[in-house]
């Protein structure tokens, strides 16, 4: 049976989680038996002292049980990340072969353990990011340190996710006629696909101003690029039934539908339409809500890709939140909004959550200020639409969107919480309702 390229695609893409998880269950398992073996021996050297230090009397050493032993406290402290969290990506529980570090204690424990990794099957992991422009002020960092070199701090964050979306702010062609009448027109090599998809990226939203830079040529060779990469896309077409269909994607049993929108199209040609190439626009949202309850209909949790509001602003246009709970009533799980170019704030309706803009994720090499400011949004969801929402904050430097640490990470944090909807952002990125 012949595999297509985005099948194979998420194979390689879980071998290398595999791979990355078993080099850390080894080495935390390493580490755990020197510290056994160095506790035996200090043990064998000076058993009266050992006692002394433990507290155990003569008669009682025999009858301690075995998880009160500071040996055992170690082995199960080296699964934990320095603030005592065991729920990493790289060393929980959610393995797809089923392996996972399991605590040293009893049967009990064991069977937490396993009733752990059910509960982890039974939830899928979906992450963001807001505009990739790889090309114009990127390209000369690119030429001299590789495509490859723009994932690498955030790597982690980008490959461990079940599924990985984002909105390529750039048509991907050779060829092409630059469009006329608007301030910015961008053009990338299909060179940047490679390392986008090998970094972790399953889909892309091509409904906004840029899909059309160059002309209907520009994107068809786009969806076409796309395609050869492995690289899923939504929000465009050769015409209306393919831009407002949904891409749905399956993992742990789940399928979700991804719909992409753009609620900002420079000229009405660029609207896909029966026999016109487009993008699927949010104006007349008939089409959109349509769409929407439809992939409702196929998946059990729908995301909506939308592009919309005003650009370098934090403060929110009206259509946004109109717009944001019109999709959640259509059936929408996850609302997640771009364009603005700089971090917008949450807000959960009806249970469901709306990000209005992850700002820019790669998009220019000196980045002031707040159109620097990024993060990859990382959602855990139920196969009935529940999601769990951490933000993790990051700060692009020469291209690369960087994680940042304690009092920078708190400031995005605690900024995008005074711009939010009835939701705050604690200090480890998880969101809440207040």
Known sequence: MQISRSESHQLGKLKRQKRLRRVIILNVTLFGIIIVVLVAWLAAENSDKWKAVLGFSDSSTHNQTQVDSPGNKQIEEEGKLPDGNTDSPVAGSNNEDGSGLMSEGGDDEQAGGQGDIAAA?????????????????????????????????????????????????????????????????????????????????????????????Q???????????????????????????????????????????????????????WKADKYVAGVAESYDTRRALEAITKAKSEADIVVVMVHWGKERVTELEKHQTDLGKQYIDAGADLVIGSHPHVLQGFEKYKDKWIAYSLGNFIFSSYPKETAGETGVLDAQCTKDGECELTFHPMFTVQAQPTPLEGEQAKNVLDRLTSISVGVTLNEDGKLTTE
């Open 121 to 213: 099957e039974e939830r899928v992991s979906l992450s963001f990011v807001g505009d990739l422009l790889v090309a114009d002020y990127v390209s000369g960092i690119t030429e001299k340190e590789g495509y490859p070199f723009l994932y690498q701090p955030s790597l982690l964050y980008l490959s461990e996710p079940d599924i990985m979306a984002g909105n390529l702010e750039f048509p991907v062609t050779t060829r092409g006629v630059p469009v006329e009448g608007t301030p910015y027109v961008f053009k990338g090599s299909p060179e940047v696909l490679p390392a986008m998809r090998d970094a972790g990226f399953d889909i892309m939203s091509l409904a906004n101003n840029h899909a059309l830079d």
């Open 215 to 269: 002309g209907v040529d520009g994107l068809l060779d786009t969806m076409k690029h796309l395609d050869a990469a492995g690289i899923a896309h939504v929000g465009a077409g050769n015409n209306d039934k393919e831009a407002f269909a949904p891409v749905i994607k399956e993992a742990h049993g789940i399928k979700v539908a991804y719909v992409g929108l753009s609620r900002v199209v420079p000229f009405t040609t």
